[in-house]
């Protein structure tokens, strides 16, 4: 693997200046570990470029699917991002630490009222609508709650971007939001338009997850924008907001290969630019909800090795203490990734191996066929970029306990999610 990663004079892989081996035994394993610099980078770099290219005239909403919990939202409050929740359960914890609800975009194909009410309630600045009934749904509850609400559409721009289809949700065949094509998108932009208590503020897109080209985007920022001038011509009506969804990129393995944000932004911004001046447009309030390449990279999972059982001529299984509990991404997506054993940083990478999970089942494997160095019984398995879709995709399958989170920055660690305990495990059970 050609990843550069830090060790010190013991061999030892380090994370944020701290010794990985020190840290699995101050906080036992699995571990998910995160690297607070990395998430910082990132948030300011998107932000600067928002100033930079579109004169501050938008917000970059932290796409809390990634990796959710208390202190992610103050951080992203901090560094002055909006955040972006799919749940009632991902609002409440942004609320719970004072998130300002109008940064927050609430999605979701099939919000409960519940869900809504709790929205428009506490004020959150844009509803992302995913259908027709729902619409409806939020204009009654919104009269009731004697509020407007605000609201944007989601669109699906028809756009392959190339991706897993697990994880694709820009073409037309989604469950995700209203087709361009068929002019379903342009009869619920007049449809919300006429309803009452509700307030049209702009159109929402995400063409997918992990992307690794620049077309698929610059493709679909034409797109609505050309869509933004077709509602113009329509209606009269012309549209304060465009959210260009999330789904940049990261690096896991060699085969990634990694876009620049800033050229992304630089690219995405050329044509938003272009489109409004072509087209006689105002330029819009831009809005995007990077998830994966905000926390992806800060993060890697720490297990400790147990089992190593050789299959002559046939593979070797190295199993650790965590699995499709901790990290469900190889068992859903055949997701890979890089693995390094942290007390042996320093020594080559010269076996081919299965690393296996603890749970009761065959296909919980974390990687198959991956470098890996001499595995004992006692090693630490370090396992990279593991912090976007692995905390906050984490259950209890085989009542395991879900590992804490701790934060490591300048050579200090501190926890920001507890660990699981059985009690837990019990709580809600009669
Ligand atoms: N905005 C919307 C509306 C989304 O649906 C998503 C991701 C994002 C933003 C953030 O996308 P990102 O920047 O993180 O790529 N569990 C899968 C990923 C599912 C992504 C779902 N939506 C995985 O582990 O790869």
Redesign the pocket.
Known sequence: MNRKFETNSKGHLVLGGVDAVELAKEYGTPLYVMEENTILSAMREYKASVDRFYNGNGLI?F?S??FSCKEIYRIAMREGLGT?V?SGGELYTALSVGFPAEKI?F?GNNKSDKELEYAVTSGVGRI?VDNAEELERLSKIAKKLGKTAPVMI?VKPGVDAHT?N??M?GQIDSK?GFALETGEAMDIVKKTLDTPDVRLVGI???I????HEMLPFTETAKIMMKFIADVKKETGAELDEL?L?????IIYTDEDKRIEYLSYMEAVSKVIHECADSMKLKLPFILM????????EAGTTLYTVGAVKTIPKIRTYVSVDGGMFDN??YI??G?KYDFLLANKADKPADRKVTVAGKCCESGDLLGENVELGNAESGDICAVFSTG???Y??SSNYNRNVIPPVVFVKDGKSRVVVKPQTYEDLVRNDI
């Open positions: 909403c796409a699917k990634a972006d799919v975009c999605h992302v989601r897993h697990f994880i949700t995700f929402h897109c995400h997918g997850s992990q992307i959210n969804g999330g789904g940049f990129g909800e990077p998830g994966r390449s905000i926390v992806g469900p991404r859903l997506y997701a976007a879709y692995n906050s995709m």
